[in-house]
C-alpha cells in the first residue's frame, strides 16, 4: 500500500507539474508580455541568454537617414528559424521606444509598451526567418533611433536587443 501511494503521489506531482509549464508556456506563444517592454528579456522559465553578439539574426534597413514623418522600412534577416521575437525602434539619446509600426508580416501583432503599436510581436509560435516591418517616425523630430530586436529560438533559448545600425535623424543642425 505504502508503495501505490508514492506511485499515486509521483503521478499527481508529474501531471501538476507538467500542467503548470504547458500553460505557462503556451501564455508566451502568442506574444511577449507587457512585463519584456523595458528589457527586452523573455519571462520564461529556465532561459538561457546567449551574447546579442553571437547570434545569427541581424536587423537593418535601407535607411541611413529619416525625416519626421517618415515610414521606414525594417528588415529582419536570420539564417535559422525561431518562434518569437519583440521588435523596438529607441531613440540613441535616451533609450526611449519611439514611433510606431505600421506594417507587419503574418505570424506578428502589435503591442503598447509605451503608445499604441511601438512594438511587435510574435501572434503565434509558427517558425519564422526573414521578416520585413514598416516603422512610421513621430511627427515630431525625436533624434537619432537604432532598432532593437530579441529573437526566443526556443523555449529556453534566446537573444535579447541585437541591435541595428544608427539611423539617423535628417535635418538636425
Request: some cysteine; aromatic content about 12%; proline content about 4%.
Amino acid at each position: 500500500m505504502e508503495d501505490g501511494g508514492r506511485a499515486l503521489t509521483a503521478i499527481v506531482v508529474w501531471a501538476c507539474t507538467t500542467l503548470c509549464l504547458v500553460s505557462y508556456a503556451a501564455a508566451f506563444s502568442q506574444g511577449a508580455s507587457l512585463s519584456a517592454c523595458a528589457d527586452m528579456m523573455p519571462r520564461h522559465l529556465r532561459v538561457q541568454l546567449h551574447s546579442s553578439n553571437n547570434n545569427y539574426v541581424t536587423v537593418h534597413t535601407n535607411m541611413s537617414f529619416y525625416f519626421p514623418g517618415d515610414k521606414v522600412p525594417v528588415t529582419v534577416r536570420s539564417t535559422r528559424d525561431y518562434m518569437g521575437f519583440m521588435l523596438q525602434a529607441r531613440k540613441v539619446s535616451n533609450n526611449e521606444i519611439a514611433g510606431t509600426f505600421i506594417f507587419l508580416p503574418p505570424g506578428s501583432k502589435l503591442l503598447t509598451c509605451f503608445e499604441d503599436g511601438d512594438t511587435v510581436t510574435h501572434s503565434d509560435k509558427s517558425l519564422k526567418r526573414n521578416l520585413s516591418f514598416v516603422w512610421k517616425a513621430p511627427d515630431q523630430p525625436i533624434g537619432d533611433i537604432k532598432f532593437f530586436i530579441s529573437i526566443v529560438q526556443s523555449y529556453f533559448v534566446y537573444w535579447a536587443k541585437i541591435e541595428s545600425a544608427i539611423v539617423a535623424q535628417g535635418g538636425q543642425n
